[in-house]
């Protein structure tokens, strides 16, 4: 192979079909401030997503710490220790403490057992994630919320497009947090958002993220920048005419993997989710005890052949210097997180791979001695 071949690519229109909207962006000189792009993408996003409101944001992260703060979180928060850092860093960011407890072995996602042992009076919230956009046990999950009064915030980061029992996934919980980073399936360079639930709560994030500002001269709440340019927006209108046709090669590139694969001794997938249309977001293998390589030498080899597979997640964020004090960081409570951690490789998965270059990656996997 001459080029590597990475975990993933974004997805590029034609140059030439983005110069138009750069170009009524020149003529107008608004870019930023609720500018024409921003409010289209905002309505256009709604109407894709089956959501009712949705804010924009420059990036996923400011997304999650301004969700905290629209809900006046506090206290303890009980999240995922799987996953990108950007989840529990939106908590240490709001002065919440997370407590992390363990997820279930086939989905990712926070085990709803483990939460609701966790539970203490200083517990304000729940931070799951709906990891690789599996979906977490969002009944249940509810249930537990309403039964001790917390708030539910989805970081639905790898969910865009998802759709759970004939429904948008990202219509459960308080809110829900997208990224539309560049490794996302639909991205706007960088980018995020929030789902709301109401006009009300959608106008406080509306204000949270431009410092407060309810009007030209009142501030209401000490809010953020976080405020999406009209390049990404315009960016993210062009995207969308693409979206239906990524999500599709990424699923059927996901279905290749997992058939070519199959039968490769000590090397198996997580259970696809009934009732659901996945994203194709991402494309976890685990390595078993029965594959002659560990994962990480599996992991290294495919690297020297240039296949740039991602260790999605490790090592676990309770094992990083800032939370590893933390006594839910405690390595005994987290036995699933840890051996998912373990185990997993992310292949590269995204809709310009070629059948020849997952053919590569198959033959690299099941092939031992080169």
């Not at 996953?83 to 919440?96: D, E, K, P, Q, R």
């Not at 009076?121 to 709906?130: E, G, N, Q, S, W």
């Not at 994203?279 to 240039?306: E, F």
């Not at 260790?311 to 005994?332: H, K, Q, T, V, W």
């Amino acid at each position: 192979m001459n080029k590597p071949i990475y975990v993933t690519q974004p997805s590029l229109p034609p140059l030439e079909e983005f110069i138009p909207y750069l170009q009524q962006i020149w003529d107008n000189k608004i870019l930023t401030n609720n500018g024409p792009f921003h409010k289209q993408l905002e309505q256009a996003l709604c109407d894709y997503l089956g959501v009712d409101h949705l804010a924009l944001f420059a990036n996923g992260t400011i997304a999650l710490v301004t969700a905290l703060q629209a809900l006046r979180i506090r206290g303890e928060v009980i999240t995922t220790p799987y996953s990108f850092v950007a989840t529990s860093h939106s908590l240490v960011w709001n002065n919440i403490t997370p407590v992390f407890v363990d997820i279930d072995p086939d989905t990712g996602n926070l085990d709803p057992e483990r939460i609701e042992e966790s539970i203490t009076p200083a517990t304000t919230a729940i931070l799951p994630v709906h990891c690789y956009g599996n979906p977490c046990d969002v009944e249940r999950i509810g249930k537990i919320a309403d039964t001790y009064g917390l708030k539910v915030i989805y970081d639905a980061a790898h969910a865009f497009g998802v759709q759970h029992k004939e429904e948008s996934l990202l219509r459960h919980g308080d809110l829900s947090v997208l990224s539309f980073h560049a490794t996302k399936v639909f991205n706007t360079f960088e980018g995020g958002a929030i789902v709301c639930p109401d006009a009300k709560t959608k106008q406080r994030i509306d204000y949270l993220k431009n410092f407060g500002f309810a009007d030209e001269v009142t501030v209401t709440a000490t809010g953020i920048n976080g405020k999406m340019s009209e390049v990404n927006a315009a960016f993210g209108l062009l995207q969308l005419n693409g979206i239906d046709k990524a999500l599709d090669r990424r699923r059927q590139i996901a279905a290749n993997y997992r058939h070519l694969l199959h039968g490769v001794k000590g090397i198996s997938f997580m259970p696809e989710i009934t009732d659901t249309i996945s994203n194709g977001s991402y494309m976890p293998i685990l390595v078993g005890k029965d594959y002659p390589l560990t994962r990480d030498q599996l992991y290294q080899k495919l690297k020297d052949h240039g296949i740039n597979g991602r260790r999605y997640f490790f090592p676990l964020i309770s094992d990083m210097p800032m939370y590893r004090g933390l006594a839910s960081a405690n390595r005994e409570r987290l036995p699933v997180a840890r051996q998912l951690a373990n185990q997993v490789i992310c292949l590269p998965i995204f809709p310009d791979l070629s059948d020849d270059q997952l053919n590569q990656i198959v033959d690299r996997i099941a092939t031992i001695d080169r």
